[in-house]
């Protein structure tokens, strides 16, 4: 056996009660921060641990692409992370950390936009969802109105609250809300 063979494994023993101690000293806020979804329109589930402290997880923000990619016409683009961390405090919020979103609609490419613009009111030409930054979700045991108000008093990017159709919608833009 080699001497740096021996080095290292006496590093690694030094080494591994700090790393545990560090890690069980950690603030709340550098927890996993995991989300869960139910697509609505494929009946997809996904669960993520998309972000450890400060790092967000490129894999699994990779994957959270794909989840929400335009289920119209399979395009996939980059989704905005604040818009997760928007999420993940939301439930957190609503007192529920375990909380699974049902997704109604994420990433649309331009031409998904423009078709529902002609066949449906209130979707907005330069929409957010085009860019990655807005989702439509409900949570299954919440009504919306009360997402809608948590959303509201979290005072990130828009909040739009579609009653009828039974959805919130969030996003990374400007603060400003709108719906009933």
Do not use: C
Request: no cysteine; glycine share 6%.
């Amino acid at each position: 056996m080699n001497r740096r063979y021996f080095l290292g494994v006496a590093l690694s023993t030094v080494a591994a009660p700090v790393t545990a101690s560090s890690f069980f000293s950690r603030r709340p806020t550098e927890r996993p921060r995991v989300l869960s979804f139910r697509h609505l329109h494929t009946d997809d589930l996904i669960e993520v641990t998309y972000r450890i402290g400060d790092t967000y997880q490129r894999s699994a923000l990779q994957r959270l692409n794909y989840f929400l990619r335009d289920f119209r016409t399979g395009e996939v683009a980059p989704i905005d992370p604040r818009l997760f961390d928007i999420l993940y405090d939301l439930k957190l919020s609503l007192g529920d950390p375990d909380a699974r979103f049902d997704l109604i609609s994420a990433y649309r490419s331009p031409s998904s936009n423009a078709q529902l613009r002609k066949t449906s009111g209130g979707v907005a030409r330069n929409s957010l969802h085009m860019r990655g930054q807005a989702v439509d979700v409900r949570l299954p045991d919440l009504s919306t109105r009360l997402l809608r108000d948590a959303a509201v008093a979290l005072e990130r990017g828009g909040v739009g609250y579609y009653r009828r159709s039974d959805f919130v919608h969030l996003d990374t833009g400007e603060v400003r809300t709108w719906g009933a």
